[in-house]
């Protein structure tokens, strides 16, 4: 209907249907008791979500009313990693919640075991092993939801369990100093939405861009993991090309700025900006410290993340290879030892910084930081893992095992 009549009532009533839309699916959301479930309702929301931000945008765009981009960077940030800030919510809550130990550590030692199932499963081929090995998953989800079902009786824990914890872009702009901008960039198919969020100020551009716009990240991905010591570096251009897309339009806003936190959206996700180059081929990284985000709702004030205590720092490959090994996995990274060194608190250096080191040290230090080889496995997730020096306890934790770690990292 607007399109016929450019009334922006109807903008309006489409805006205030999609925000409906939203909260329902919020409040459902965190009925979920599983991560599977959680996914599933968000790939619903995602399928919608575009046009419920270019909805908002287009009102913005006709009214220059500032709430409305409040709502563009709300119906952003809700959309990008709903479930990780659900997750870390809920385990600040569970230190809190005196009288449920014995039920937190059941169902943490639950969700372990179907982790292990379920890797033992997507590695056997013999059918009557993978049938138990199912049956036997099976068992330990309904004991997991029965557990689940006891945590969440808790009144207190339910109504915690609930609160929002996305900041404002209020709150943000109070919480960064003049010398940090936070850039969330949002894509459509012919668009790149980047919101722009510093001390003080808030603003968007909106980005026209072609498939070729696609094409330039597939081959600056491409060529930063196919580069080798015998093969000149290729990705160039295409690192040019995205810079003058990605951060040239923001070149006024970004003048005092000297940090930056960068919040991606999907093929934005598997891209290094710190290898993005301006028109003199300066790296972007020479310019900014760069860090990444899932979402604001990841994000604390500063003046709250003071951490008592040491770090955990581990760096397994900082020596030569470790003897009968081969290949590339576990090559020298003979920087880590530097890079280790300038903590405080306990360091493990190659073949101190093993699996079962890890394991024993981990959930003594507030602050774990791991210089080692990591392998992400797209297909199945739960196959991506960290190495360790290798010994005879194994060297990888998949990914699977971190889901019962409480750390910040």
Partial sequence: MYYQDKSADWLEQSLESYRAAFNLAAYVEKTYNSDEARLFLNKIKYGVHNKAIETCVELYNLTSRKDYLDIIYQFDQQNKASILAL?????????????????????????????????????????????????????????????????????????????????????????????????????????????????????????????AFYDEVELFKSSLQNTNMDQRYAGNLAAMHLYQVLISPLEEKLKPVKRLIIIPDDELNYLPFEALQDENREYLVNRFAVTYQYSTALLSNPDQRTIDGDNLAMAPFAGEKPAGVSGDEWSPLPASDHEINQLKGKILLNKDATRE?????????????????????????????????????????FAGRFITCILTV
């Fill in 87 to 211: 997750n870390l919510q809920e385990n600040k809550i569970r230190r809190s919640s005196p009288g449920q130990e014995n039920l937190f550590h059941e169902e943490s030692s639950l969700r372990t075991n179907i982790t292990r199932l379920s890797l033992q499963a997507a590695q056997t081929t013999d059918s009557a092993k993978l049938s138990g090995l199912q049956a036997g998953i099976r068992d330990l989800e309904i004991s997991l939801d029965k557990i689940q079902e006891k945590i969440n009786s808790d009144p207190g824990f339910r109504l915690q369990r609930n609160l929002e914890n996305i900041p404002s872009p209020s709150a943000l702009e109070k919480m960064l100093d003049p010398h940090t901008a936070l850039l969330s960039y949002h894509l459509s198919e012919k668009e790149i939405l980047i919101l722009i969020i510093g001390a003080g100020k808030f603003d968007i551009r909106q980005i026209p861009v072609t498939p």
């Fill in 357 to 397: 080191a890890f394991l024993n040290n981990a959930g003594h230090y507030p602050v774990i930081h791991l210089a080692t080889h990591a392998r992400v496995n797209n297909e199945d997730p739960r196959q991506s893992y960290i190495s360790f020096y290798p010994d005879s306890s194994g060297n990888k934790i």
